[in-house]
Each structure stands twice: as structure tokens, then as C-alpha cells.
T-cell receptor
Framework: SAVISQKPSRDICQRGTSLTIQCQVD?????MFWYRQQPGQSLTLIAT?????????ESGFVIDKFPISRPNLTFSTLTVSNMSPEDSSIYLC?????????FGSGTRLTVV | DAKTTQPPSMDCAEGRAANLPCNHS???????VYWYRQIHSQGPQYIIH???NNETNEMASLIITEDRKSSTLILPHATLRDTAVYYC?????????????FGQGTILTVHP
């Protein structure tokens, strides 16, 4: 199965700033997925990132707040823009494998 | 809304079998049942999946009822390291590819 490297693993950021999270996969994948996990909650899909096209966002998530890049088949970034304390969450990327989906280890973001 | 229902928590003694139930009464004919677990807010880890038949791998067994409306994940010899949140998910792929809907899962606590 694919191996995902996600960076940073954690960060503490000031409100009003932006953070870019990187996700690197050790094999080429068509789709990459970004999830958010708010404290004490389950995972929620933010968007699907295809190489060469605009990301597809789920209801409640917008490109201005969570811009996504997908420059090639092994890499994607998610930016959390103009952060507020409500954005404090774990953000995870995921890819499809031959056995379901593989997830990165997550980025634990705290906004102060 | 999640398409599965799981008990919020379960306990299991170390070395005993852990049987985690899941109801998916509205499952479609082309939807697979997947099980993932999440340890200490790390990324979810794939455990097993199945369509109709019972499945077994090195981690667990999956028992799916004949009407496919429920399933049970079995960890045959639970260890302390199996303490985690276990998610049961139904996924058809296709146009919903990658759009995993995570419910609240079952918190399994394995005690000595």
C-alpha cells in the first residue's frame, strides 16, 4: 500500500495567518483527499484533489478558505487561510490503494 | 449523515476476542463494508473490507450477515495496543469515490 508523508505534524499559529500542509505519496495516485477532524469529532471530507484540475469541495468548505494545489501525481498541499481558533483541528490527507484508503499521520493545528 | 450505526464504546479483556458490531441497514448492493481504526488521533488505519463473504486477514475477521444489513469485526486476541476508535464505513466508489463518511465509531478499550 501507499506510504504518505504529511508535514508539518503539528503547528501553533496566530489567528489571521495561513498554514500550508504538504502531503507526499510514494507512488502516483489519481485522487488525493483532504479531511478535517475537529477536537473530539470524527473525520469530515474537505475536498478531493485531482491532478490537472480544480479541487472539488464538499458542502461547507470553500476554496478561498482551503485552497488546494495538486501539481503532480504524488504531491498535494492544503492551505488553511485567515485562521481562527475554530480552525483548530487535525487535518489529514488520504489516497486510494488496492485495499481501501491510506491516510497520512495528520497535522495537528492549534490557532491561538 | 453516517450510513452506519455503532455502539459508542466497548471493553475487552486482553487476550480475549473483541467483537465489534455495526449496523448498515440501508447498504446498497454495490457498497463494500470497510473497517478502519484510529489510535491516539493518528491517521485512520485500514483493517479489512468485504462485500458479501466473510473475510479474514492477519489483523481481523469480518463477518457480514446474509442480508448485509449488519457486520461484526472480530479481533481474535485483543492486546492493549488494539485500544482505539474503530470505524465501520460503507463505500461504493464510483461517483462517491473517496467520499468516506465517518460516523462516531466505537471506542474499544482493551484492559489487562
Amino acid at each position: 500500500s501507499a506510504v504518505i508523508s504529511q508535514k508539518p505534524s503539528r503547528d501553533i499559529c496566530q489567528r489571521g495567518t495561513s498554514l500550508t500542509i504538504q502531503c507526499q505519496v510514494d507512488s502516483q495516485v489519481t485522487m488525493m483527499f483532504w479531511y478535517r477532524q475537529q477536537p473530539g469529532q470524527s473525520l469530515t471530507l474537505i475536498a478531493t484533489a485531482n491532478q490537472g484540475s480544480e479541487a472539488t469541495y464538499e458542502s461547507g468548505f470553500v476554496i478561498d478558505k482551503f485552497p488546494i494545489s495538486r501539481p503532480n501525481l504524488t504531491f498535494s498541499t492544503l492551505t488553511v487561510s485567515n485562521m481562527s481558533p475554530e480552525d483548530s483541528s487535525i487535518y489529514l490527507c488520504s489516497v486510494s490503494t488496492g485495499y481501501g484508503y491510506t491516510f497520512g499521520s495528520g497535522t495537528r493545528l492549534t490557532v491561538v | 449523515d453516517a450510513k452506519t450505526t455503532q455502539p459508542p464504546s466497548m471493553d475487552c479483556a486482553e487476550g480475549r476476542a473483541a467483537n465489534l458490531p455495526c449496523n448498515h441497514s440501508t447498504i446498497s448492493g454495490n457498497e463494500y463494508v470497510y473497517w478502519y481504526r484510529q489510535i491516539h488521533s493518528q491517521g485512520p488505519q485500514y483493517i479489512i473490507h468485504g462485500l458479501k463473504n466473510n473475510e479474514t486477514n492477519e489483523m481481523a475477521s469480518l463477518i457480514i450477515t446474509e442480508d448485509r444489513k449488519s457486520s461484526t469485526l472480530i479481533l481474535p486476541h485483543a492486546t492493549l495496543r488494539d485500544t482505539a476508535v474503530y470505524y465501520c464505513i460503507v463505500d461504493a466508489g464510483g461517483t462517491s469515490y473517496g467520499k468516506l463518511t465517518f460516523g462516531q465509531g466505537t471506542i474499544l478499550t482493551v484492559h489487562p
